[in-house]
């Protein structure tokens, strides 16, 4: 495809549900970035691979996130025992090299997660 | 933590109005970016800055770096309703982007 996907756009989840949210990155691309993004406001860092690895993980905010990227590719993003307050969009950002300070982050369009 | 903050929070302008939004931060940032986001929408990247007093033009917008590298701003000339959006600035560090709090812009036509 031509830029990042992410699936679903949409989530509805009852609290105390398990969900998963699908990354698909531009083909070739080594870094990847997830944020959680509230309403009106910026993303904030959730996690960053480079391939495969997980590198930084600082923003998760509990225990319960959890996110993977096995191949280098696609990447999922876990949240165990959902909460109210875990509502909001969640971001994926692919970028073509290792993170230098110039590159293009291009984001998908995001997932909405509503927790009810 | 790194913070960056964006003023004002909302700006609601007639079309053809100038406006101009800060960032500022008390870190030292090795480049800084400004990105637009549309509702339904991830963040497109605009430009980005890297030297210190750095001006970068993209037709009617302007961005400045300050020199010490730690505030930018974006500068609309004559808005247009199609500038409508949430306008992020990100700081970059090694193997780190630091999102601002973002500043909602309505250009009412």
């Known amino acids: 495809g031509a830029g990042v996907s992410q699936s679903p756009r949409y989530k509805v989840a009852k609290r105390g549900q398990d969900v998963a949210l699908r990354c698909d990155p531009i083909s070739g691309h080594v870094s990847l970035f997830w944020y959680q993004q509230a309403l009106g406001q910026g993303p904030e860092f959730l996690t960053y691979f480079q391939n495969e690895a997980q590198l930084d993980k600082s923003g998760l905010p509990s225990d319960r996130f959890f996110a993977e990227r096995p191949e280098g590719s696609v990447s999922t993003l876990k949240i165990q025992r959902t909460q109210q307050e875990d509502s909001a969009v969640y971001l994926c950002?692919?970028?073509?090299?290792?993170?230098?300070?110039?590159?293009?982050?291009?984001f998908g369009p995001g997932t909405r997660l509503l927790v009810l | 933590t790194q913070l960056l903050e964006q003023s004002p929070q909302f700006l609601s302008i007639q079309e053809g109005e100038n406006l101009t939004v800060y960032c500022n931060s008390s870190?030292?940032?090795?480049?800084l970016q400004w990105y637009r986001q549309e509702p339904g929408e991830g963040p497109v990247l605009l430009v980005t800055v890297v030297t210190g007093g750095e001006v970068k033009k993209l037709k009617r917008l302007t961005f400045q770096f300050g020199d010490a590298r730690k505030d930018s701003s974006l500068h609309i000339t004559a808005a247009q309703p199609g500038d409508t959006g949430l306008y992020l600035c990100a700081g970059r560090g090694y193997q780190k982007v630091t999102f601002g709090t973002g500043t909602k812009l309505q250009v009412i036509p």
């Open positions: 870190s030292v940032f090795s480049s």
């Open positions: 950002a692919s970028s073509l090299g290792k993170l230098q300070y110039q590159e293009t982050q291009y």
